[in-house]
Every structure is written in structure tokens, then in C-alpha cells.
């Protein structure tokens, strides 16, 4: 099946720095990447839909300036989380688009800890 | 309002045992319902996918069942496994070419020797 893979899984920062999240389609090609944001005991929220070699499309409340979209390739999206805070502390979850069968596949995730 | 509910919020059973899980949306027009089962700290797995016109889905002993007309749909977990603790999230779909997906808010499963 189609893999989805982040990286790094797990990463602490420390308050003001910055923090890159890589996301890559192994097998598939996606035009289309999501950004999920996940608190404890809650589901995924979308931050942002990223499309490849255009700007990302931001959801309503997610600053574009703290969190940076690129979407470079078709196998790959980046996040970038300018001057972290504490409250920025979240699982990150991406997902990719299969610009073929449009099946939407996730990837494991990233545990973000500001400190 | 989130236009997909699920029931129970939690719920906790016994290895071996049975549970159903179930799932309410408003989402229309309706393009296709999953189950994704997500471990603790992990991203979300597809069971299952159902379009419009099925009824049920099955994996393994895992079986969805959708009702359109109702706009309700369940997950049957059979002979419970430890390894099945997890949440269970319901996600629907509005169109086939829409990416915006609807996420429940899950149903935690905690499964017990």
C-alpha cells in the first residue's frame, strides 16, 4: 500500500527557535499534501492544504507566517514552525494526496515539544 | 457543529469480546465514509472505505456498515484483541474530487485481558 512517511517522529525545541517537518509520499506521486494538527484526546484539525509549486491555502485561524508550507516536489512537503512556543506543542500529522486515485494516505506523525 | 458524531466517546472491553462503534454525519452531498483506526502517537491507518451505494465493508474482524438514507454508519470489532486499543475515528467525505475531509472525534477502544 501506499506510504507516507515524517520525519523526524518526535523533536524538542526550545522557545523562539524554528522547526522543519518533512513529509514524503515513498511510493506515489501527490499533488496535494495536508497539514493536520492534533491535541491530546481530540481528532485532526487541517491547518493547511499544500499543492505543489503553488502557495498553500490556509484554514481559518492558522497563522501563514508561524507556520511555513513548501511544497517543492511531488513526493515532498515541508513545515516549518517559526518561533515555536510552548502552546505550539502538538502532534503534527501529514497526509498526501495520490494525484491518480485521489485516496488520501497518512503519515505517522510528529510529536512537537516546546520547552 | 461537527458534522460527524460518534458513540461512545470511550468504552472499554473485555479480550475476546465484541463492540460496536458508531458514527452519525451531516455531511452532504456525501461522497464516501472511512474508519481509521490510530494508535497512541501514531498517525491514522485506513479499515475501511465505503462509497454511497455499499452497505458493508469488511477487514479482517473489522465490519463497517453504511446507511445512506440514515447517514449512519457502525464499526463491528470482533473477538477483541489487545492490540486493538486505539482510537477509531469516522471520516467522511463530501465529493469525490473535494479534499476536505470530516473528521468524528474519535472512539477510544481499551481492551482488557
Known amino acids: 500500500g501506499a506510504v507516507v512517511s515524517q520525519h523526524p517522529s518526535r523533536v524538542i525545541c526550545k522557545s523562539g527557535t524554528s522547526v522543519k517537518i518533512e513529509c514524503r509520499s515513498l511510493?506515489?506521486?501527490?499533488?496535494?499534501m495536508f497539514w493536520y494538527r492534533q491535541f491530546p484526546k481530540q481528532s485532526l484539525m487541517l491547518m493547511a492544504t499544500s499543492n505543489e509549486g503553488s502557495k498553500a491555502t490556509y484554514e481559518q485561524g492558522v497563522e501563514k507566517d508561524k507556520f511555513l508550507i513548501n511544497h517543492a516536489s511531488l513526493t515532498l512537503s515541508t513545515l516549518t514552525v517559526t518561533s515555536a512556543h510552548p502552546e505550539d506543542s502538538s502532534f503534527y500529522i501529514c497526509s498526501a494526496r495520490d494525484r491518480t486515485s485521489y485516496e488520501q494516505y497518512f503519515g505517522p506523525g510528529t510529536r512537537l515539544t516546546v520547552t | 457543529k461537527n458534522q460527524v458524531e460518534q458513540s461512545p466517546q470511550s468504552l472499554i472491553i473485555l479480550e475476546g469480546k465484541n463492540c460496536t462503534l458508531q458514527?452519525?454525519?451531516?455531511?452532504?452531498?456525501?461522497?464516501?465514509l472511512r474508519w481509521y483506526k490510530q494508535d497512541t502517537g501514531r498517525g491514522p491507518v485506513s479499515l475501511t472505505i465505503m462509497t454511497f451505494s455499499e452497505n458493508t465493508k469488511s477487514n479482517g474482524r473489522y465490519t463497517a456498515t453504511l446507511d445512506a438514507d440514515t447517514k449512519q454508519s457502525s464499526l463491528h470489532i470482533t473477538a477483541s484483541q489487545l492490540s486493538d486499543s486505539a482510537s477509531y475515528i469516522c471520516v467522511v467525505s463530501v465529493s469525490f474530487n473535494d479534499y476536505k475531509l470530516s473528521f468524528g472525534a474519535g472512539t477510544t477502544v481499551t481492551v482488557r485481558a
Open positions: 458514527c452519525n454525519y451531516t455531511v452532504s452531498p456525501f461522497s464516501n
Open positions: 511510493d506515489f506521486q501527490a499533488t496535494t
